[in-house]
């Protein structure tokens, strides 16, 4: 504001078309006044335009861990599903009622569940809930052989870590204490 003035009463006092010495020091100052808020609108538009990558980063790493656990769930929720009818199979055997197992129904839900595995990754997470699958089904409807609930709660149990792992979810244990 005070170059203004300046320029005013320099103006007023020699109204020829050249400047006064003193009015072009404050031109001076006003160009890098000038300057000083151009620069500084630059650097709050950069600071804005790296504010929303980094926002959208955010973002999406937050829609990939979201994915990422439902397609986990229903990967384990299918599994539990195909092993508990297994289970209800060998019952209906061992009571001498003919099993209601279909194997085509209980699995046709499988290979979609794999590729969203396959996709959201990572590759050790698929691989383990194929394991795990394989576990599940590993001696049909037929007795179990010797072993196999420890293979399968194995199988399970390295699954769902490597999900916590992934999802970086912390394995709260929770400790039972007795009262007295």
């Known amino acids: 504001m005070d170059h203004i003035l300046r320029l005013a009463v320099a103006?007023?006092?020699?109204?020829?078309?050249?400047?006064?010495?003193?009015?072009?020091?404050?031109?001076?100052?006003?160009?890098?006044?000038?300057?000083?808020?151009?620069?500084?609108?630059?650097?709050a538009a950069l600071l804005?335009?790296?504010?929303?990558?980094?926002?959208?980063?955010?973002?999406?790493?937050k829609w990939i861990r979201q994915e990422r656990l439902q397609a986990y769930l229903r990967m384990l929720t299918i599994i539990n599903g195909i092993f508990t009818a297994v289970v209800d199979a060998r019952s209906d055997i061992a009571a001498?009622?003919?099993?209601?197992?279909?194997?085509?129904?209980?699995?046709?839900?499988?290979?979609?569940?794999?590729?969203?595995?396959?996709?959201l990754g990572p590759t050790a997470v698929a691989d383990l809930a194929h394991k795990l699958a394989m576990a599940s089904l590993a001696?049909?409807?037929?007795?179990?052989?010797?072993?196999?609930e420890e293979r399968r709660k194995a199988a399970e149990r390295a699954f769902t870590d490597a999900t916590r792992k992934v999802l970086k979810i912390r394995n709260n244990k929770v400790v039972k204490t007795e009262s007295k």
């Open 96 to 119: 001498g009622r003919p099993p209601t197992f279909d194997v085509k129904e209980m699995t046709k839900e499988l290979p979609v569940a794999y590729a969203a595995i396959d996709i």
């Open 139 to 148: 001696d049909g409807i037929n007795v179990p052989a010797e072993g196999h």
């Open 11 to 43: 103006l007023a006092a020699n109204p020829s078309p050249t400047l006064a010495p003193d009015v072009l020091g404050a031109s001076t100052g006003a160009s890098t006044l000038l300057l000083a808020v151009a620069s500084g609108a630059v650097g």
């Open 48 to 61: 804005g335009l790296l504010g929303a990558w980094l926002v959208r980063l955010d973002d999406h790493r």
